[in-house]
């Protein structure tokens, strides 16, 4: 959601230590060492779930699909780390209502939203006219994180774990929102469900057949997570006095998920789907301090789903839930609490349509963007990282208790989510803070930890829920550093450099300064800031790996050196492939780039640019032929969710919020001019003409 920013600074009244104006800006290399992550990848877990034989739900009916294996083998390719270049050159930029890709590419369109998942759904209508119930039954809306798992190693038949962020009244409904006139209330109950089912996950079979990809419809693992569906919350939040509702008295579930933007997965083939712009969902009239601090809407929420509280037709507090009011004499009896468990990363196991998926409130409360996982090495805690998108908001870690045993990544054989109960329920949350000399620290946020008041956050909080329920106030006390919009976290595979984006942040500079993480006032273009751990785990060295610029910028800022060939903004989506391959996503608005080019995919490998020690080059002058433009998609769509087949041979990509898109089965046919479509957000799947590797 670009245009989704949040600005702490309303909210966060706290003066954390800025650094002095950096004026003079550190263009120069910066290096850094790559401990021994090479050597942790090469114990080989990243193939791990690749092989064997996927066990599904032991209710799971397989559906069995004839493969065109003839052109394509189904075992993985071996994954090479060693290679240097890209094979291909970089593609123009475009504003057409098309997706362009390089020569020998093509790209088709799957899974648009409203396209059903089961047959007793009716088929998405172009006049708005779906139900409430055909949308539970179909793949959602505003497609964003996403993630390919194989059934049974297998590169040509998987599952797909597809976030829905948010809703698009304008283009869901035949109509316009229905309003009492009246009360100014609204007044279509069904509209209001048809908005709660649109957004979520879907996780649907795919199949690659001939003549591509399908959605195999009423596959049994194929299932919709919606703003209604039961959770499972787990972590210090769960079972506490903070999660009590008039709908789980025990404080043990919770309804709904919301706001899915970024994703991430975890090494026992489970998918991390993150709750990101879900405040503006609830109303909170007599706001909490930590309400004030999330910035919740004080007077009515964006879709006003509460309006509906006193409905007649209403299921158990289904829409009385967004309003946070406190009306009744506990909070066993009303939705005080409801909001508490919101904001969390939220596991789901693709391969059991049967068990209910967990919120892990152990790795904070925030508006989670994305959650990469560290390289796992045996007998060492697993990490986590997630930003919190907001203009000065934080970037965070978690570091299980647990020390990661190898065969925990036996996807086909271990219970899943019993796995992530080991993993993600019981650690150290930390929160970053990023010194002006290169170096950061991880600040834990315990109880016992100082502040830089001089108290410890045992004063502040008197438990481990309310201080998780207060992330944000407590990473405030501790001195975090401010961001210029923390998006998605990616880890390289060869390396076990962590990877952040940083979208942007026209408000640098204003009243809160430059500093040498965000060393741009203005920063309308974004950066990429990436570090290293330092043994021990508590503290790391970073750099900035590129920053995004109009070609045409001063070097002031384009300090990358981009050209018409790779400038971006925006730098939203991020992931490395196994690989190494870093993919950058962009979801930019209103600047020079965005007058030039529609929203895109870049492609760069940091690893090639390293030398014997293990020193590695950020984007600069003398290498940046090697960041290049891989995709262009159609107009006022942000690009999203790139993820791949175990073979590589398959790019499944996530078009957002199009305007005018897609015309057809071809994600690179033209929209024609003077029609209008009701534009559709969708997967796109790249492959090469020739059946060979995506970007090499
Ligand atoms: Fe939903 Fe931060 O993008
Ligand atoms: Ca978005
Ligand atoms: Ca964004
Ligand atoms: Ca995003």
């Known amino acids: 959601m670009s245009k989704a920013t949040f600005d702490n600074r309303r909210h966060n009244r706290t003066a954390n230590t800025e650094f002095a104006q950096i004026l003079q800006k550190r263009l120069k290399r910066r290096t850094f060492l790559s401990a021994g992550a090479a050597a942790a990848f090469s114990n080989g877990f990243f193939l791990a779930g690749c092989g064997g034989s996927t066990s599904v739900d ?108 948010y809703v698009d009244p304008w283009r869901l409904h035949a109509d316009r929102i229905s309003i009492d006139s009246a009360t ?61 509702t008039r709908y789980s008295p025990q404080g043990s579930h919770v309804r709904g998920t919301l706001g899915n933007c970024g994703n991430g997965s975890t090494p026992w083939g489970t998918y991390l789907t993150c709750e990101e712009h879900w405040p503006a969902f609830f109303v909170s009239k007599e706001p909490t301090a930590d309400q004030i601090r999330m910035g919740f809407p004080n007077q009515e929420s964006k879709h006003n789903w509460e309006d509906f509280s006193e409905h ?21 009896l009303d939705y005080r609490n409801e909001a508490n468990g919101f904001g969390y990363v939220v596991e789901i196991d693709p391969y059991s349509a049967s068990g209910v998926a967990v919120k892990r409130t152990a790795l904070g409360r925030f508006r989670h963007e994305g959650c990469a996982y560290g390289l796992p090495e045996e007998g060492k805690p697993l990490v986590f990282y997630s930003g919190h998108d907001g203009v000065f908001e934080y970037v965070y870690k978690f570091v299980s208790h647990a020390v990661w045993d190898p065969s925990d990544a036996q996807v086909e054989s271990v219970d899943r989510l019993t796995v992530g109960d080991k993993y993600m329920d019981h650690g150290t949350l930390y929160v970053a803070r990023f010194d002006e000399d290169g170096t950061g620290i991880w600040l834990p946020l315990t109880l016992e930890s100082e502040t830089t008041r001089g108290t410890i956050l045992g004063e502040h909080f008197s438990t481990d829920a309310d201080l998780i329920v207060n992330t944000l106030t407590a990473a405030d006390l501790v001195g975090a550093t401010p961001m210029d919009r923390p998006e998605w976290t990616a880890v390289d595979p060869v390396t076990g450099s962590v990877y952040l984006t940083l979208t942007g942040n026209h408000r640098r500079g204003e009243d809160t300064p430059i500093d040498s993480a965000n060393p741009r006032a203005n920063n309308e273009y974004g950066h990429i800031i990436r570090w290293e751990e330092v043994a021990g785990g508590h503290s790391f060295k970073w750099d900035i790996f590129v920053y995004g610029a109009s070609a045409n910028d001063s070097v002031e800022v384009n300090r990358s050196g981009l050209t018409l060939e790779n400038q971006f903004s925006g730098p939203d989506g991020l992931v490395f492939d196994e690989r190494g391959i870093l993919w950058i996503q962009t979801d930019s608005s209103g600047d020079a780039v965005a007058e030039q080019t529609n929203d895109q995919i870049l492609a ?93």
């Open 312 to 332: 007649a037709d209403q299921l158990d507090g289904e829409f009385a839930r967004f309003s946070l009011a406190a009306h009744a004499d506990s909070a066993q």
């Open 184 to 244: 100014g209330h609204r007044d279509d109950i069904d509209q209001a469900r048809k908005e709660i089912n649109c957004v979520g996950v879907s996780v649907f079979r795919v199949s690659r057949e001939r003549g591509g990809w399908k959605v195999i419809p009423d596959d049994s693992l194929n299932r919709r997570y919606t703003a209604a569906t039961e959770f499972r919350l787990a972590g210090p939040l769960a079972l506490s006095e903070y999660a009590v």
């Open 58 to 165: 032991s209710s799971a009916r397989v559906t069995v699909v004839e493969s065109d294996n003839a052109a394509r083998p189904v075992e993985p390719a071996v994954v090479d780390i060693t290679h240097s270049e890209l094979g291909f050159d970089s593609i123009p930029g475009s504003l057409a209502d098309g997706v362009s890709l390089p020569p020998g590419y093509s790209g088709r369109v799957l899974a648009p939203w409203g396209d059903p998942l089961f047959s007793d759904s009716r088929p998405w209508q172009d006049d708005g006219s779906n139900t409430a119930r055909d949308q539970a039954l179909s793949v959602g809306m505003q497609h964003d994180g996403m993630k390919f798992f194989p059934v049974d190693g297998n590169s040509a038949d998987g599952l797909l774990c597809v976030n829905h962020e």
């Open 604 to 696: 760069v490998i940091p690893s090639a640019n390293r030398d014997a020690q293990g020193n590695q080059d950020p984007v600069a002058d003398v290498n940046n032929s090697e960041l290049r433009r891989f995709m262009v998609g159609p107009g006022g769509c942000e690009i999203t969710g790139v993820t791949f087949t175990p073979d590589s041979r398959t790019m499944f990509v996530n078009v957002q919020h199009p305007s005018n898109w897609p015309y057809s089965e071809n994600a690179s046919e033209i929209t024609p001019e003077g029609l209008q479509l009701r534009a559709r957000s969708a997967t796109v799947v790249i492959e090469r003409d020739n059946g060979e590797q995506i970007g090499l």
